[in-house]
């Protein structure tokens, strides 16, 4: 078990299934009192019923204060996991942006917007940022989920920087393909590069408990994805023309 989760008040977003369910079903094994929030009511309801925990359906956005009632007055980790997985180019259109921008780059800044006054004040908190490795390195075929992914693993390293000294940990979860519905609905793209690694949402969330054993800020549940950041960073180019040989795979693919 766990200590610091231990009788913890948390709240998992996106968690009628997929990685959001297995990280609410760990959260409650550990002894955690969780509210299980997505979109799809019943299969929040689904969820929550299974493990004891609250249902709270709705926009995760929104939900913040009614969260902190449900818990008794208390959110000790939120988990920003709700996320939407758009493909598409730099010409897809500006409501395809605009929602992948709201969902998984907003939608974290106004949860730790509601949280972090209350966790400053005793010194305590924590937010879990389900990132993508996308939002390391890249995902051919999807713009505006790079972009946004990228910016959701900013944002948690931001808060992290900002913070640590005030007792706020922040864990930024970056997997690859993960055998949940979004991956299904990548499509080809998918097929190509995430499949063939492709690991359980349970996997996920022993990443997660590790981590936080370890106090670390980055969690790789695919580890090969630090080799791949780091000669990135080493050779920017070198890693594009390899990305652009997979992209042309992909192409003649389609």
Partial sequence: ?????QGAGV???GAGGGIGAALARRFAAEGAR???NDLDAARAEAVAED???IALPGDASTIITDARDALGGTVDVYCANAGVASGGSEASGEDVWARAWDV???AHV???EALLPAWLERGSGRFVATVSAAGLLTMIGAAPYSVTKHGAYAFAEWLSLTYRHRGI???AICPQGVRTDMLAATGSAGDLVLQPTAIEAEDVADALFKGIEEDRFLILPHPEVAGFYEARAADPDRWLTNMNRIQQRWEETR
């Fill in 1 to 5: 078990m766990v200590q610091a989760v």
């Fill in 11 to 13: 709240v998992v977003t």
């Fill in 51 to 53: 493990i004891g925990g």
């Fill in 34 to 36: 969780v509210v299980v």
């Fill in 104 to 106: 998984n780059v907003m």
């Fill in 110 to 112: 106004r949860a730790a």
């Fill in 169 to 171: 940990k922040v864990h």
